[in-house]
């Protein structure tokens, strides 16, 4: 199950962390492997890079120039995407959700503005899109039990459904 949901936290960071980021012109990403072993492995990516999921089980890394790297996704402790943004600052709010566990409905404290939410199964499947506010009550009764992810201003949240 660790590694399941492992596969699910990279898939989400690349996703979120990377694919919008890497073509913003000027900016640098950095991609930052923690290996099991403690090791750390440090990557540029650019607009030429390719991240991908071999099979399920490994992590490809192409930068471009047929320099191709790949990675046992159970080798992968942890995995950090970091930008270099130079005099602006990304301002991150305090989102919560409360309560969390829940069993089916809870509210979204700390967004500012109305903005998309997307609520994802581990599996990487959109079950739930909608419009959201701040103090606003999301009614997830429709979903099974289970851990999902909600994504919702550049951020993921750990949703638990009981």
Do not use: W
Request: hydrophobic share 45%; net charge negative; charged share 20%.
């Amino acid at each position: 199950m660790r590694c399941k949901i492992t596969k699910i936290l990279i898939f989400f960071i690349l996703l979120f962390g990377i694919a919008f980021q890497a073509g913003a012109q000027g900016t640098n990403v950095s991609l930052i492997l923690t290996m099991t072993n403690g090791e750390e492995v440090t990557y540029q990516i650019s607009e030429q890079s390719q991240l991908y999921f071999e099979d399920g089980i490994r992590l490809v890394i192409d930068d471009g120039t047929d320099n191709i790297i790949s990675y046992p996704l159970n080798q992968i402790r942890k995995m950090v995407c970091s930008e270099i943004l130079g005099a602006e600052e990304n301002a991150i709010s305090d989102l919560q959700l409360f309560p969390n566990p829940s069993h089916s409905s809870f509210i979204i404290k700390g967004l500012q503005d109305v903005t998309l939410a997307r609520i994802y199964a581990l599996d990487g499947r959109l079950v739930k899109l909608f419009e959201a506010s701040g103090g606003m009550v999301v009614d997830i009764d429709e979903l099974p039990q289970g851990m999902y992810l909600l994504h919702i201003n550049g951020q993921t949240l750990k949703l638990m459904k009981l």
